[in-house]
Structure formats: C-alpha cells, structure tokens
C-alpha cells in the first residue's frame, strides 16, 4: 500500500551531516549544522553540565514521574527570569505564562498551533531569509507565511528600509517572527537604534512580535546583553511571544530543552492563555520529558553553577570571535578577492558568506567542506587547524 510513497528530499541543513557522515575523507570538515566543537573538532558538554547531571544522579529522591503538561515548574519560572531579567515587572505582575517545551523548534510549533486556534489573525511574517524551518513549522501549525525584506546582498547588512516598508503594510494584528539575537543564518542584526524604530512600528501598527530566541548569551557572550531586544519589547507592556532554546548556550542539542514564554496584558489573560496551551500540548506529546529541563534548573537556581555557566558561555562566545577573525586573515593572506570584511562584523554562530551554491558545490567535492547551499557556513564547526583549509576552498572557489 506504500508503493506510491515518493522518497523525501534530505533536509537541508541536518542532510548536510547525512551527507559529511558518507564521505571517507580525512580532510573532510563539516561546517553545516550549527552545533558548537571545540578546537578539537569534539562535540563539547559543559562542566556544569556535567556536575549538575552528577547532583541529579546522587539524589535518591528524584523519581520519573510525569511531569505536568506545562513541565517543570522550576524550570519555567528560572526560564523566564534568565530571559526577561529577574527584576521584570511583568514577571512581577504573573503577566507572563512559560511552558517547557522540545527546544526552539518545539516552542514555536506550540506558539504557532496556539496562535492559529486562538488569534485573530493567521498571517506570520518571517524575514528573508530566515532559519529554514521556520516556513514549515507555521504553515503545518496552520498559519499562512510571509515574508518580509530583511537581509541587503549588496551591503551584506541589515536592510531596514525594506523591513520597515514591508512590515508597515502587514495588515493590521499580523505576526511578526523576529530572531531575538545572532539571525540565523546571516549573522546580521538591527542595532539598539533600529529595533527601537521596529519596536514603535510594531506596537503602532498593533503587530505580534513573536522572537525566536536561540542564541542567548551566544552571540555577545553576555545574557542580558542578547536579550535586550526581548526585553525592549516586553518593557512596553504589550504583548509578546518568545521561543526559547537551551541547545547552544547550555550545549543540550539532543535534550531537546526550550521553553515558550506568551506576556499577556493581564494576570488573569495569563493564566487562560496556559490554560489553552495544555490544550495544544496535551495531544501532541502529552508532557515533555524531564531530565534535560532539571539540568537547566540545577544550573540557573545555584549561584555557583550559574556563574561557571556565564563563563564556559563566554569562551565558547570568544573562541568562535576567533574563528572569524582568524578566517578573514588568512583570505587577506591569500589575497583573495573581494570585501571579506562581513565575516568579522556578523555575528553569532553562523558567518553568511556570500558564496553561492555553485561554489559551496565546488567546496564540498574539491575540498570536501560540507555547508547548507546557501553559503552559510557554522564558524562553531572551525578551529585553528581548519581555518587555512577553508580559506584555500574559499579562494579556490572565487578565483576558479
Ligand atoms: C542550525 O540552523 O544549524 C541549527 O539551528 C540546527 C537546526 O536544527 O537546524
């Protein structure tokens, strides 16, 4: 009765890995997906993280109960703190409702699914070019998506007249999808004077800001630093929609660790607004699971452990800084052609190179340099070693 079904097309970024995992070369460097190695090219798992596993481990009065639709109420309240600041007033006023969910990816499709049930309006408007599973989670949670200009090929900067044209004639009470910090995959974010100006806009043209938060303390090394956009919009009191992911930052990729925060106007809404989004859970998985959630909240609620965090943070912050000036040093080195100057000024995990996908083609059969096709390439993949590899593929692949 299968017979029909027709083979599925790789996904485009974690098929990059499919693909990097087939090839038998010892040069081969997989720059795709974008997940944190150390300068040995190892998948890394944070001390804290470690410890914190450990103390779980030793307490015998931990059980694997169920935890309740929502999850880990600790967890959740930590969450939201680490987001919004611990002396938010909306947190303050219970404005703002958290429930664990599976990462960012799962966070958004329970916003998304809520969203289309409960809101008015169905249409989401996401920048170009965005992550690129944004498009599928909100048109299979049943919202109709848009795009908006975001990305200037030209400048390789940040096109904010465009932006602002494009979300000045959303309609009315549209979604807007904003990357809190670290745009994936660009690299390229609005200044504190331009989110200022996306922020009157929004709020003037009563949008929804939904922010997919995936790189919080990532991008700067600092967590209040990468979160001031969030906050600028929860700080004028109206409504706001955040994702929120603890796969970079605390290097949980396979824990499936996030949370989705809605701040509403008033306590009261909060509460009916969680009441409606077990309703969205409940069916779809039931209750998320408990483990990576604890690892979380035994981090963020000691002083100690929550301090060691901030610093492993920060160093995987500077060494992926260092990659990236590195990079660009040793293409100026090769007197390779053209501005490289970008891949200094982006910032986060990603460096959006401007190479095209017939050259990331070139890359990967010549050199074996594995990266999504639209020339985005995870700096976190590179280390010391690598680097002088890439920047001959680079070169081989502008001047050939
Ligand atoms: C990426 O963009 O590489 C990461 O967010 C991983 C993913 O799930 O795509």
Same mark, same amino acid.
């Given at each position: 009765v299968f017979a029909n079904v027709v083979r599925a097309p790789e996904d485009p970024i974690l098929g990059v890995t499919v693909a990097y995992n087939k090839d038998p070369s010892p040069v081969k460097l997989n720059l795709g997906v974008g997940a944190y190695r150390t300068e040995e090219g190892k998948p890394l798992v944070l001390n804290v993280v470690r410890k914190a596993e450990q103390l779980l481990v030793n307490d015998r009065s931990r059980v694997k109960e169920y935890l309740p639709i929502v999850g880990l109420a600790d967890f959740n309240k930590l969450s939201a703190k680490l987001l919004l600041g611990a002396d938010s007033p909306a947190i303050q006023?219970?404005?703002?409702?958290?429930? !664990?969910?599976?990462? &960012?990816?799962?966070?958004?499709?329970?916003? #998304? *699914?809520?969203?289309?049930?409960?809101?008015?309006?169905? /249409?989401?408007?996401?920048?170009n070019p965005t992550w690129g599973n944004h498009t599928k989670i909100f048109t299979l949670a049943g919202l109709n998506v848009k795009s908006y200009r975001y990305y200037d090929p030209v400048t390789r900067g940040l096109?904010?007249?465009? +932006?602002? *044209?494009?979300?000045?004639?959303?309609?009315?009470?549209?979604?807007? +999808? =904003?990357? #809190?910090?670290?745009?994936?995959?660009?690299?390229?974010? %609005? /200044?504190?004077? !331009?989110? *200022?100006?996306?922020?009157?806009?929004?709020?003037?043209?009563? =949008?929804? %800001?939904?922010? $997919?938060? #995936?790189?919080?303390?990532? #991008?700067?090394?600092? +967590? $209040? &630093?990468?979160?001031?956009?969030?906050?600028?919009?929860?700080? $004028?009191?109206?409504?706001?929609?955040?994702?929120q992911s603890y796969a970079k930052n605390m290097g949980l990729y396979g824990e499936r660790v996030g949370a989705l925060s809605i701040v509403c106007r008033t306590a009261d809404v909060a509460s009916r607004v969680e009441s409606q989004l077990k309703l969205v859970i409940r069916p779809m998985y039931s209750n998320p699971p408990i483990h990576g959630a604890s690892i979380v909240a035994t981090v963020l609620k000691d002083r100690n452990l929550f301090h060691e965090w901030t610093l492993e943070l920060k160093a995987m912050a500077d060494r992926i800084i260092t990659m990236r000036q590195q990079l660009f040093d040793a293409l100026r080195a090769r007197g390779t052609p053209g501005d490289w100057s970008h891949i200094i000024k982006q910032i986060g995990m990603f460096t959006f190179t401007g190479l095209n996908s017939k050259q990331v083609t070139f890359m990967t059969k010549e050199y074996h340099i594995y990266m999504t096709s639209d020339g985005r390439i995870s700096m976190a993949g590179l280390s010391s070693r690598t680097v002088p590899h890439l920047a001959d593929a680079i070169h081989a692949a502008v001047t050939t």
């Open positions: 006023g219970n404005l703002v409702t958290t429930v !664990q969910c599976l990462s &960012g990816t799962g966070s958004l499709r329970v916003g #998304a *699914e809520f969203l289309a049930r409960n809101y008015h309006q169905r /249409t989401i408007y996401i920048p096109n904010i007249q465009g +932006l602002l *044209e494009d979300l000045g004639s959303a309609p009315s009470g549209a979604i807007v +999808l =904003l990357h #809190a910090c670290a745009h994936n995959p660009t690299g390229v974010d %609005p /200044t504190i004077q !331009q989110w *200022e100006q996306i922020r009157r806009l929004i709020r003037s043209k009563s =949008l929804l %800001p939904f922010f $997919d938060s #995936a790189y919080q303390g990532f #991008a700067s090394g600092s +967590l $209040d &630093g990468d979160a001031q956009s969030v906050r600028m919009f929860v700080g $004028d009191g109206g409504e706001c929609f955040i994702a």
